[in-house]
């Protein structure tokens, strides 16, 4: 009878038992420590029932929407932070002073004030004021309950779309500061080789980045930019302090009202692993992509 091919992705080696004996042991002697050092006693039946429990017109389960809302916001939020840090890391490299100099203020503002501090200022000073500046206060704030599926899945509910949208702004802001350097790191590798080729060639400066540059610069901007927008999956956990409900508020109030402390919070913990989890071999498949005109044929 023929042996079982295993995929070579998937064979593991001394290391890899190892660690997942470490791992085993380090959570059955949490486990162990929590029931008799602490007398913590597990329910993990209610929990899931808690966090499985619709609403009381049949909505989605109050846990689940809150992951439904990190997701939304994450992935609007990557949406934002990308555009505007590829714009801030050409304009970092700008010839042009008036472009480089409020680039490089902006990136070296927000990297160098902590998160959780920027969330304050920009949420209570900020958006308050943006929101009517932009023309945006009569959509966000006045628009009727009842909405379209497509607007509601990829929105949400209409009551809570102010703070959807300041809640992408912030982590979008923040995550834009440090996409913007590794934009402008990955361009800066190119080798000037290729920006001579680039310029034998005759293309214009926008032909020369867009069918040179970026793609050659794609490659190694790729791995840094994954690491970043699965920091700003976990980051956003962070806007649960200015009352967004996504997966950490619903969290909190989940487990405060049912004195299943670590259940749900270990509930919580598993639906970041996911998210990030998926994020991180979507990225690795992009790597591979991006780097198969390296690859040697």
């Known amino acids: 009878m023929p042996g079982i091919n295993i995929p070579a992705r998937l ?136 909405i379209n599926p497509w607007q509601s899945f990829l929105f949400g509910p209409a009551k809570l779309w102010e703070n959807l949208f300041s809640g992408i702004l912030c982590v979008g802001l923040i995550a834009a500061a440090y996409i913007a350097e590794i934009v402008r790191s990955g361009i800066d590798a190119i080798a000037k080789g290729q920006w001579e080729a680039a310029d034998s060639l005759g293309l214009s400066r926008l032909d020369r980045f867009r069918f040179i540059i970026f793609p050659q610069a794609l490659s190694g901007i790729v791995p840094p930019l994954a690491g970043q927008f699965i920091s700003l999956v976990k980051d956003s956990s962070i806007i649960s302090l200015i009352s967004i409900q996504e997966l950490t508020f619903v969290g909190s109030e989940i487990a405060n009202s049912s004195g299943l402390i670590f259940e749900i919070w270990l509930l919580v913990g598993a639906g970041y692993l996911i998210l990030c989890f998926g994020l991180s071999v979507l990225f690795s498949s992009l790597e591979k992509h991006s780097q198969r005109h390296y690859q040697i044929r």
Not at 70 to 99: E, P
């Open 11 to 146: 064979k593991l080696n001394k290391l890899d038992g190892v660690l997942i004996l470490l791992i085993v042991a380090a959570i059955s002697w949490l486990w162990y420590r929590s029931s008799a050092g602490i007398h913590y006693q597990w329910n993990w039946d209610k929990a899931f029932t808690l966090v499985m429990t619709p609403g009381r017109n049949g909505e989605l389960p109050y846990f689940f929407q809150g992951l439904l809302a990190t997701l939304r916001l994450s992935l609007w939020g990557m949406f934002f932070a990308g555009l505007l840090g590829l714009v801030l890391g050409l304009a970092r490299r700008s010839t042009w002073f008036f472009l480089r100099l409020p680039a490089q203020a902006y990136i070296q503002l927000v990297r160098n004030i902590p998160p959780l501090v920027f969330v304050f200022i920009f949420y209570f000073f900020i958006s308050s004021q943006l929101i009517p500046a932009l023309g945006l206060e009569n959509v966000l704030r006045n628009t009727p309950a009842k």
